[in-house]
């Protein structure tokens, strides 16, 4: 008998109960599903922040962690954490950042805002955006999420640049690495996405200095994590006009606080951690894979590099 113990918060289980047993069930696993098991009978975690579990020493049988979200680095530096962590990677979620990413790249792209903001009787002609081929487009991050996200871009002929810290090769786009690579993807780009994990390497790698790469009036798009940008940095390029505008769905702070000079600033837009929810779904077809692959014996799939936290 599997024992899987759900450690993610009453809230989420009320979600995810019914669509992982119905995923479990699929696999034909023998197995017993609950949010209250002894420690030490538990051969998977299933993991949320934020959720019962800080402490998993007392898992000694426990085969994996796996986790719900895609970023890690609130549980990666966790020393009771000796069990191999698996973050989530699945169709879903890519799907959902890559619609979100997408739509608003094309929103600054196309200038939507001068019109659905300027419904005043005043005819607003001669606005014409230029050509996507025309623009570069610059993707922090090529991972899973990112490389997606660019080949999307892609398809709608922007001319995309990726950049990661280790090689990457992603069709139709012109991948960059180390820190030189990351001054030429950055050059005289007109968009920024950001899709990088949240590490000591990649922390306020959105700078005064990197900010002065771009082309001016560029436009910054952030779903990754907050602490990749240097805040004070942004809004400086943003009062200077070096920026345009910068849609922000993640902070180092969360939910953002009511006194932020993000809220009122007009040249940024605030959404709340929405640009890709993990739907419990395909969440779930996810887990179940993952603890088939471990019950025969198979490698985990998207197991967590703790040395290089992610």
Not at 60 to 89: D, F, H, Y
Not at 246 to 260: G, K, M, N, Q, S
Request: net charge negative; with cysteine; proline share 6%.
């Amino acid at each position: 008998m599997t024992q899987i113990l759900f450690t993610a918060g009453a809230e989420r289980w009320a979600q995810y109960e019914a669509p992982l047993r119905a995923a479990l069930d699929a696999t034909e696993l023998n197995y017993t599903l609950g949010t209250d098991l002894p420690a030490q009978k538990v051969d998977y975690l299933v993991y949320a922040p934020g959720g019962p579990v800080s402490d998993f020493t007392p898992f000694t049988r426990a085969k994996a962690v796996l986790g719900l979200w895609a970023g890690v680095e609130s549980i990666v530096t966790n020393e009771t954490l000796t069990q191999p962590l698996c973050r989530m990677v699945d169709d879903g979620l890519t799907d959902g950042m890559v619609e979100w990413v997408t739509g608003h790249v094309m929103r600054h792209h196309l200038g939507m805002d001068t019109h659905i903001h300027g419904q005043d009787g005043h005819w607003r002609g001669g606005i014409v955006p230029p050509l996507a081929r025309g623009r570069k487009v610059c993707m922090l991050g090529l991972g899973a999420l990112g490389a997606a996200c660019a080949q999307q871009l892609v398809s709608l002929k922007f001319d995309v640049h990726g950049w990661a810290r280790s090689a990457k090769t992603v069709e139709g786009v012109t991948c960059h690495e180390g820190e030189a690579g990351l001054d030429q993807a950055l050059s005289a780009a007109e968009f920024v996405v950001l899709l990088l994990p949240d590490t000591a390497a990649t922390q306020n790698v959105l700078n005064a200095r990197t900010l002065g790469l771009l082309k001016r009036g560029a436009f910054v798009v952030n779903p990754g994590r907050g602490p990749l940008i240097d805040d004070e940095a942004l809004l400086a390029a943003l009062d200077t006009g070096q920026l345009a505008h910068a849609t922000l769905d993640v902070f180092r702070e969360e939910p953002l606080p009511a006194d932020h000079p993000f809220w009122p600033h007009p040249g940024v837009t605030v959404t709340p951690h929405i640009a890709s929810e993990t739907r419990p779904e395909t969440a779930s077809a996810v887990i179940a894979d993952n603890i088939r692959r471990g019950e025969a014996g198979l490698e985990l799939l998207h197991l967590v590099d703790r040395a290089a936290g992610y």
